[in-house]
């Protein structure tokens, strides 16, 4: 599958993320949780000003007061954890963040480093630990 960095404006085959992966994720390889759901909200945002733009819109206000970024993780996870189990390879959890990501995000503008984040923390907690349920405030 190939995919356009949003940022780069390089095409990308999602098979050189994979390949970075094969090797194993250290520790310290795996992304704080807060820092996945900024970037996303970044590539959310610059995804949603471009999309503007092609609608004639230059000057799009900002549509959203942030933190947003925590509800889009969440989402991904649904549609990550609802399809996967202990077994499942990271170039399968790969495609699932890429496939709910295109529908999330404006346009399906996605940025590689930001697919990068996600598909690193899902793998690096393990399954397990990222599809666990959250507990809800009462």
Not at 8 to 22: G, K, R, Y
Request: hydrophobic share 40%; glycine share 8%.
């Amino acid at each position: 599958m190939v995919l356009t960095d949003f940022e780069t404006q390089e095409e990308v085959d999602i098979q050189d993320i994979s390949a970075s992966l094969s090797g194993g994720i250290t520790q310290s390889d795996i992304p704080e949780k807060k820092a996945v759901e900024e970037q996303l909200e970044a590539n959310y945002q610059q995804a949603l000003a471009a999309q503007t733009k092609n609608f004639g819109i230059n000057d799009a206000p900002a549509m959203f007061m942030g933190g947003f970024g925590k509800k889009i993780l969440k989402e991904v996870k649904k549609v990550v954890c609802s399809k996967v189990d202990e077994n499942t390879g990271s170039d399968q959890i790969l495609e699932l963040v890429v496939g709910a990501l295109t529908t999330i995000i404006p346009g399906g503008l996605l940025m590689k480093p930001v697919v990068n984040m996600v598909t690193k923390l899902i793998v690096g907690q393990g399954i397990s630990t990222f599809c666990e349920v959250e507990e809800t405030k009462s």
